[in-house]
């Protein structure tokens, strides 16, 4: 079973940009489909970006063209490129596969943005 870690976090300004990484336990190469989900205050945990392992990506509405989810197979990392970042991305961010193991949610990492 592969473990997942993400980091990256922090505190940053709205229109300021985080890089997150997931760095996991063993390869992801053969993994078909990973994703970078979220889970605001109060809010249910959504999905923002899926990569393949194709290399074929896809987004959530509210992220699309300001987020970019890539990987290294030979790191065993995925990464989500957050940039003009805006209040309302605040979130825990998790890494998973898709659809989500159960077993595989991770402690997320916290991205704030506020002024």
């Known amino acids: 079973q592969v473990q997942l870690v993400e980091s990256g976090g922090g505190l940053v300004q709205p229109g300021g940009s985080l890089k997150l990484s997931c760095a996991a336990s063993?390869?992801?190469?053969?993994?078909?489909?990973m994703g970078w989900y979220r889970q605001a205050p109060g809010k249910q945990r959504e999905l923002v970006a899926t990569?393949?392992?194709?290399?074929?990506?896809n987004y959530a509405d509210s992220v699309k063209g300001r987020f970019t989810v890539s990987k290294d197979n030979a790191k065993n990392t995925m990464y989500l490129q957050m940039n003009s970042l805006k209040p309302e991305d605040t979130a825990v961010y998790y890494c998973?596969?898709?659809?989500?193991?159960?077993?595989?949610w991770g402690q997320g990492t916290q991205v704030t943005v506020s002024s």
């Open positions: 063993g390869s992801i190469s053969s993994i078909f489909a």
């Open positions: 990569i393949r392992s194709g290399g074929s990506t």
């Open positions: 998973n596969v898709r659809p989500p193991f159960e077993g595989a």
